[in-house]
């Protein structure tokens, strides 16, 4: 069965610095990968994906994450936080086991410091 | 413009008094589900449908009901709300590539 994980559900990082959230997932068959934000009192909008290809991905608001197989890891980094950017995020998987259902992680909340 | 519509976005009611939240689509999807977020609990799937007329049950189908007559349309049935059902319900379309979600449903039963 697939699974996902999210290392902290509360992450803090001063306003500037590196955002790095973690993400592990389990799955015999190659996944697709997703990042979800939400942010206060809103709906989950789509950060960015990973299905095939190049393994670093770019998504919105200047996050990315990379797939590293080997790892079977999904990490989401921005290089330098902005306060705009506090939200919880989500991150799923998806394959032809779930029957291209997703299959969330429990969240990891976002908090910058000013 | 693409998009998920659910109405209504807010909803108190009373314990036993049936009610619907809508869900529509623009985009063609075949597929649609619906969730409800609780703190600490993260999204959990209530039902999904594959295509119209297939609906099968997701982790917590319990007290709820949903229909799919039409492709564009999955409305979620509360039969006799109860005060456990108080939540925050999104609807999603889409499947394989990522899914869309509606703005959400923030549903208090007193």
Redesign the interface.
Known sequence: AQSVTQLGSHVSVSEGALVLLRCNYSSSVPP?L?W?VQYPN?????LL?Y?TGATLVKGINGFEAEFKKSETSFHLTKPSAHMSDAAEY?CAV?SLDSN???I????TKLIIKP | EAQVTQNPRYLITVTGKKLTVTCSQNMNHEYMSWYRQDPGLGLRQIYYSMNVEVTDKGDVPEGYKVSRKEKRNFPLILESPSPNQTSLYFCASGRNYGYTFGSGTRLTVV
């Open positions: 697709y997703f979800y809103q709906g989950l909008q789509l994906k299905t989500f998806s291209y259902q997703l969330w992680g429990a969240g």
